[in-house]
């Protein structure tokens, strides 16, 4: 199956095209596509991927469902475009961003800048039906986005793994703490972040860990 995802990633994931599971999900992302709206725009399912090379990435910030309100995904978790109201789980990571670091807010909530420096901004699930949260989970994202994680943390050394939330932390229950950093919190949005995500600090210990390894930090 000829996917269209950066060259790098298509190779680390080779195994994953011929699966039955990766067919019967193509055809079910094809058809809901061509049924009624689904976020991100077609072209954009990959750009977390696409953005940040296999083996440029140096973090990955794990999220759930892209959003599922009109203009808002763009394919990087908890990302938007320039222009776009900042949804609150982002406000919040850039709260605790200013408190960690003193890094003032950005201006917009676009963080293709974080992808650039190799983070991997990735959903479990790539797809949604608008305004439907949830709608596309079960039917083969998280085994392929499982696949994508597992290839990192086991032919990677010294990544950072941020998983914000219990089912981020789930899904990275495998990676190999001695080998990669694992950060994890609560979730960010409005209903957890006040149980522990605010003071979390994982920006600065993201770098620390980084640093540690004389990689370069990530300017946040």
């Known amino acids: 199956m000829d996917v269209k995802i950066e060259q790098s990633w298509k190779q680390a994931l080779a195994s994953e095209w011929d699966k039955p599971y990766f067919g019967a999900l193509t055809s079910f992302v094809r058809d809901a596509y061509g049924r009624g709206v689904v976020y991100p725009p077609a072209g954009k399912i990959f750009a977390a991927f696409d953005a940040c090379p296999f083996d440029k ?16 995904a763009n394919g990087l978790s908890f990302s938007v475009n320039p222009g776009v109201e900042i949804p609150r ?24 800048r974080w992808a650039a420096q190799g983070v991997l901004l990735l959903n479990a699930t790539l797809t949604v039906q608008a305004g439907m949260a949830g709608s596309h989970q079960g039917h083969g994202w998280e085994e392929f986005t499982d696949a994508a994680i597992r290839a990192l ?27 990669h950093c694992v950060i994890a919190s609560p979730h960010p949005s409005p209903l957890s972040a006040s149980r522990g995500f605010f003071g979390s600090r994982p920006f600065s210990r993201a770098n620390q860990y980084l640093t540690s390894l004389g990689k370069d930090p990530i300017e946040w």
């Not at 789980?89 to 293709?112: C, H, M, V």
């Open 57 to 72: 990435v140096k973090v990955v910030i794990l999220g759930q469902d892209p959003y599922h309100g009109a203009g808002q």
């Open 89 to 112: 789980s982002l406000r919040n990571i850039y709260a605790e961003l200013q408190t960690d670091l003193g890094t003032a807010p950005p201006p917009s909530g676009d963080l293709s």
């Open 153 to 179: 943390a086991d032919t990677r050394e010294g990544l950072v793994f941020i998983l914000w939330g219990a089912y981020a932390q789930r899904k990275g229950a495998f990676i190999d703490r001695s080998r």
